[in-house]
Nanobody
Framework: QVQLVESGGGLVQAGGSLRLSCAASGNIFSIRVMGWYRQAPGKERELVASISRNGIINYLDSVKGRFTISRHYAWNAVYLQMNSLKPEDTAVYYC???????????WGQGTQVTVSS
């Protein structure tokens, strides 16, 4: 199975930048899609960005033009470059992958991103 470990969260002022990293290990050949979700206090978890093995990329409307998802060519890492951060981007960010073998949906432990105004 796949294991995911995030890093790169922290505290930043509005307008600043952060880069999140997610290291994947285990059966990385089974990964079909990798993505970043976030969950703010009192809100549901939402998809921020995703990238599929065939190159399809999706973004949450509110982060388009500010965030960029990318991956290592060997699919052992995915990154989220976050620019022009806003206080409303404050949340716990989770790395996720969709795999072709069980467990089909894998989550990392999460990393806190806090944007101060």
């Amino acid at each position: 199975q796949v294991q995911l470990v995030e890093s790169g969260g922290g505290l930043v002022q509005a307008g600043g930048s952060l880069r999140l990293s997610c290291a994947a290990s285990g059966n990385i050949f089974s990964i079909r899609v990798m993505g970043w979700y976030r969950q703010a206090p009192g809100k549901e978890r939402e998809l921020v960005a995703s990238i599929s093995r065939n190159g399809i990329i999706n973004y949450l409307d509110s982060v388009k033009g500010r965030f960029t998802i990318s991956r290592h060519y060997a699919w052992n890492a995915v990154y989220l470059q976050m620019n022009s951060l806003k206080p409303e981007d404050t949340a716990v960010y989770y790395c996720n992958c969709n795999a072709s073998v069980s467990p089909y949906n894998v989550w990392g432990q999460g990393t806190q991103v806090t944007v101060s105004s």
